[in-house]
């Protein structure tokens, strides 16, 4: 299993420091929750049915021809490489690491590479695995390209996959509307945005026989009824998800200025998170955490991912904190 | 995918009767539902994680050495066969159809038959599929039998995966507490039970090797933040339990005088459903229907199975619909 943020409790023991006395950066997810209410005493009782109208108000959400709601994006990560004979994958690097993880798995002969290596080589692999934004790098790609790159794959018989878990903010640059074209296969997430991780719900968006594959291979049943309902609740409320995207723009350039004035200049990011390459980044990430501050460690690169605090007082407590570490040992 | 039960969006379509008029007893789901509480804001805004207690709360339950949260059996049963090389597959049947096509499906020799065959020839098969108590025919084994059972298999490297669904209103009759033996896997659910069928949360127990295999193939995060939650509250409260076993014990028993009364003598079941094997299963699932009582139609055998009305009320209403159709053209 590989390893992931938002482990709160194991650092919580790690440390010493009471799980509520801590900020939790070590995730993307927004801190800015929509508010689910109460639910309906049937979501929790009765199995849940396919026509219930989540699969219409997403449509609508995501502007796509056709969507196929999953266990959060990581079960189509886990179901896609099963639906095709063994390929050449290329997985953008670094990034969400389960892509690479889940191709190998199932016997796929995956190269990784940076982005202008995958663009600039569209014959070398059948399969070209994309994040959008990518995560951590927060590397961003224009339309043109990913329909160019998809274009040149699909004509034989290729796949472009594109992750787009973090593109809620900016969705006038997501592919979810162009999703019918052959071999073009988008993942949307709404645990990052709608700040729904515990939900473990997302959507693909892809041709309808992508999509029927993959229903087969994921079974009945892959949302449970509670994520059903507030889902069909998240995705209509227009008037929430504006607000969100204002007030997420806000708070991302917000962690891009306190990193860049503690001497962490970004080296890329999106709204909801901000990502620092630094030699000394396992030694931070644990001055940090002695600090009660839980970020997200990454070894190749050496690098650090914060998310956004959720509040002035959790900036200040950044601020603080970086201030303390820079003017410290790791000065 | 297959056909099931609780399609009732679906119905009250077909039959133009609105969804709040139905007696839904197409599922084999308690109608006595675990009460779940308000939820927490956490358990929909942060990832899950793995050590909250849950497995711990889970292994007291099931009295079992080692347990894996999944999401509902039905996750368990479509990743147990991608974890053996091609096998002969011995499946209990009629039964819970899900066990046969998921073997299938990825590649093995699957033999439908008689649980009197399987115990009868255990070196005919790698793998045999009992489900205990049977659904829909409500068989029944001793612990004796498929302990002998599995060690058979075991010498050879088969296994024996018993699905207890619909065991918990009877849980001496369990192997749960046997589940760290070789080649035996135990599938739990709490959507029958616990009436949660919405949760998707299912508990396999089996050797530790078993379940790193399968933790390793379902990947993370499989349930989701809320049903984690219930789950820990709902698998603590032994008063609650001790209750619903008392309370579903009568209601299985008054459901099974009720159709014996109409003249549907039931061919088995257990607390939960009774089945009726009957020639004109398909027009009295019909008939009940028109009736806005909606019944899980088999069609091999023709049968039918009845769930558990939730009240006085709703036996009333089988009762009246029962003596209604069985007097009318079906007689």
Redo the contacts between chains.
């Keep these: ?2 390893e ?7 650092a919580a023991r790690q440390y010493g420091i009471p799980v509520d006395e801590w900020l939790d950066l070590s ?1 993307g ?1 927004s801190p800015f ?1 929509w ?2 209410p ?2 309906p ?9 396919d ?2 109208g989540l699969v219409e108000i997403a449509r609508q959400y995501y502007q796509a021809p056709d969507v196929l709601p999953v ?2 994006s ?2 189509a990560i ?1 179901a896609l490489p099963q639906l095709r004979m063994t390929s050449r994958v290329g997985v953008l690097c670094p990034g969400y690491a ?1 892509h690479a993880h889940a191709w190998r798995r199932f016997g796929h002969q995956v190269e990784t590479c940076t982005a202008g290596e995958l663009i600039a080589n569209p014959d070398r692999h059948d399969v070209i695995v994309l994040i959008h934004p990518n995560n951590p790098g927060g590397e961003r790609f224009d339309i043109a390209t990913l329909l160019d790159l998809n274009a040149r794959l699909a004509r034989r018989g290729g796949w472009l996959v594109v992750d787009e878990a973090f593109i809620d903010v900016t969705p006038e640059a997501s592919l979810c509307a162009e999703s019918a074209r052959d071999g073009l296969v988008v993942l949307r997430s709404v ?1 990052k945005f709608f ?7 997302g959507f693909v968006c892809a041709p309808r026989l992508v999509l029927d594959a993959l ?2 291979r994921l ?9 059903r309902h ?1 889902l069909r609740l998240a995705l209509s409320d227009r008037e929430w998800q504006a607000a969100a995207r204002t007030r997420l723009g806000n708070s991302g350039r917000q962690l891009a200025d306190t990193l860049l004035q503690a001497g962490l200049r970004p080296d890329g990011g999106c709204a909801l998170f901000q990502w620092c390459r630094n030699a000394d980044a396992r030694a931070l990430h644990a001055a940090l955490a002695q600090r009660g501050i839980l970020t997200r460690l990454f070894d190749a690169p050496a690098s650090l991912r914060f998310g956004l605090p959720p509040d002035a007082a959790g900036f200040q407590r950044l601020r603080e904190a970086l201030a303390d570490v820079r003017a410290g040992a790791l000065a």
């Design positions: 299993m590989l992931h943020g938002g482990r709160l409790l194991r995730t997810v929750p508010p689910v109460e639910l005493a049937a979501a929790w009782h009765r199995l849940p049915e026509d219930d266990a959060g990581q079960a886990q389960e645990g700040g729904m991780a515990g939900a473990r719900a229903r087969e079974g009945p049943w892959t949302l449970s009824g509670p994520s507030a």
